[in-house]
């Protein structure tokens, strides 16, 4: 096992309760709402316009009680992994749990026969991101004091 993959049991180990992953690969709006309403605090409204065609690929923890508590959104399409969102709950948060789902969905996505994946992210997710192999293809600088730069990565999903 690489270092770089994180397996449940030392998730577990890193933070005192039960959780379980949930793989969801059908549309799931409400999962989806969930994620956008949860992030909404930190990062500029999203659009998760996608091809009619393109594949889901939803992966959720829930706690004991079936509360998420971490989620990742996105969907497969031509050989391309899209990740649309990813929330961790402030308790959980670097404790590998992110990586983890980001592991997770990139691994579905090979199975997929993806060979690529890309996200688009605000400035102070890009170290995360980078962290787990993503790099940076381009970046659009905010306009005004009101907007954010936003920093578009890709990863080759071969490698």
Not at 10 to 34: A, C, H, M, V
Not at 131 to 158: A, C, E, M
Request: charged share 20%.
């Amino acid at each position: 096992m690489s270092a770089n993959i994180i397996s449940i049991a030392q998730l577990q180990q890193r933070y005192s309760g039960s959780y379980q992953f949930t793989i969801t690969q059908e549309p799931d709006l409400d999962f989806r709402k969930y994620l956008k309403r949860k992030l909404c605090d930190v990062l500029p409204p999203v659009s998760l316009a996608h091809p009619a065609d393109a594949h889901p690929l939803d992966i959720s923890l829930d706690d004991l009680e079936g509360d998420v508590v971490a989620g990742i959104s996105a969907v497969t399409y031509r050989g391309t992994l899209y990740i649309d969102m990813l929330w961790v709950d402030a308790p959980l948060r670097h404790t590998g749990i992110g990586h983890r789902l980001v592991q997770m969905t990139e691994e579905h996505a090979r199975q997929r026969g993806c060979r690529r994946a890309r996200i688009s992210v605000p400035g102070h997710t890009v170290a995360f991101f980078v962290g787990t192999g993503y790099r940076i293809n381009g970046t659009v600088q905010p306009v005004d004091d009101l907007s954010h730069s936003v920093f578009w990565l890709t990863k080759d999903l071969l490698r």
